[in-house]
């Protein structure tokens, strides 16, 4: 079974600096999906960023991207220019390649909560 | 955009109680996924399905099942609900298996 590891319980930075989350996997697979998505109090899990395992290059959407390491099994999301906004937790989640066995569920990390300081 | 609608974002029941919580999207979505959130434990998957009257096991299917007789309405039922089943119900569904899942606001049930 895959697992998905979040190292960091709490983030906090400063309004307009840059913070990067971290997130480690364990999959014995090639073919994979990984994703950022955030939950703000409001509660509803808004996706980020994905990056399809097969692709080398880093995905990005606007101030956020990813350092995908598949060697290393990391994909760490880094979010520039940091505002009020961006306070949430944060989940990494991985999702198999193949399908079936509850393969097409994902699997998410326990989360980090980013705090933003004014 | 995509919209998951879940009934309840509130609900309080009782010990033994049956409990559905209903789902709907409105995509013509192939796949419909419902998970648990619990502090410090993320979220785990209870059960998907991948079309009408198709449905599989997730990671935490005990105590639990579903219904899904029409494409865009996925029904999360609790047989006889017990205060370890007081938590956050996420349904999220996906067009496709490769495709990325859309959420819903969530439900918090409290099992009295």
């Known amino acids: 079974a895959q697992t998905v590891t979040q190292s960091q319980p709490e983030m906090s930075v400063q309004e307009a600096e840059t913070v990067t989350l971290s997130c480690t996997y364990d999959?014995?697979?090639?073919?994979?999906?990984l994703f950022w998505y955030k939950q703000p109090p409001s509660r509803q899990m808004i996706l980020v960023i994905r990056q399809e395992a097969y692709k080398q290059q880093n995905a990005t959407e606007n101030r956020f991207s990813v350092n995908f390491q598949k060697a290393a099994k990391s994909f760490s999301l880094k979010i520039s220019d940091s505002q009020l906004g961006d306070a949430a937790m944060y989940f990494c989640?991985?999702?198999?390649?193949?399908?079936?066995?509850?393969?097409?569920?994902?699997?998410f990390g326990k989360g980090t909560h980013l705090i933003i300081q004014p | 955009d995509v919209k998951v609608t879940q009934s309840s974002r509130y609900l309080v029941k009782r010990t033994g109680e049956k409990v559905f919580l209903e789902c709907v999207q409105d995509?013509?979505?192939?796949?419909m996924f419902w998970y648990r959130q619990d502090p410090g434990l993320g979220l785990r998957l209870i059960y998907f399905s991948y079309d009408v009257k198709m449905k599989e096991k997730g990671d935490i299917p005990e105590g639990y099942s579903v219904s899904r007789e029409k494409k865009e309405r996925f029904s999360l039922i609790l047989e006889s609900a017990s205060t370890n089943q007081t938590s956050m119900y996420l349904c999220?569904?996906?067009?496709?298996?490769?495709?990325?899942?859309?959420f819903g606001d969530g439900t918090r049930l409290s099992i009295l």
């Open positions: 999220a569904s996906s067009l496709w298996r490769n495709q990325p899942q859309h």
């Open positions: 995509m013509d979505h192939e796949n």
């Open positions: 989640a991985y999702r198999s390649g193949t399908s079936g066995g509850g393969a097409d569920g994902l699997t």
């Open positions: 999959t014995s697979e090639s073919d994979y999906y």
